[in-house]
């Protein structure tokens, strides 16, 4: 949903990792078309989003609110 609806921004690509409930780490890299989503023992719980006119408050509720969120306008 991210990457088709343009209430997000213009987004390119979401990469890093995001903390579980659990402990364990998710890892996404994603860019349109291709999501792939791992879980790992150990991450750094950060995510990247890159993209155009990105609309932080909507992307930040589609994750985690530990990870660290990096937008590059």
């Given at each position: 949903k991210i990457f088709s609806d343009t209430a997000f921004g213009n987004v390119h690509r979401i990469k890093g990792f995001v903390e579980a409930q659990t402990g364990r780490f998710i890892?996404?890299?994603?860019?349109?078309?291709?999501?792939?989503?791992?879980?790992?023992?150990?991450?750094?719980?950060?995510?990247?989003?890159?993209?155009?006119?990105?609309?932080?408050?909507?992307?930040?509720?589609?994750?985690?609110?530990?990870a660290k969120y990096h937008g590059v306008l």
């Open positions: 890892q996404i890299n994603a860019v349109p078309g291709r999501i792939v989503i791992e879980e790992r023992d150990r991450g750094q719980n950060a995510l990247i989003v890159i993209g155009e006119n990105l609309n932080r408050e909507l992307i930040d509720k589609c994750f985690v609110k530990k």
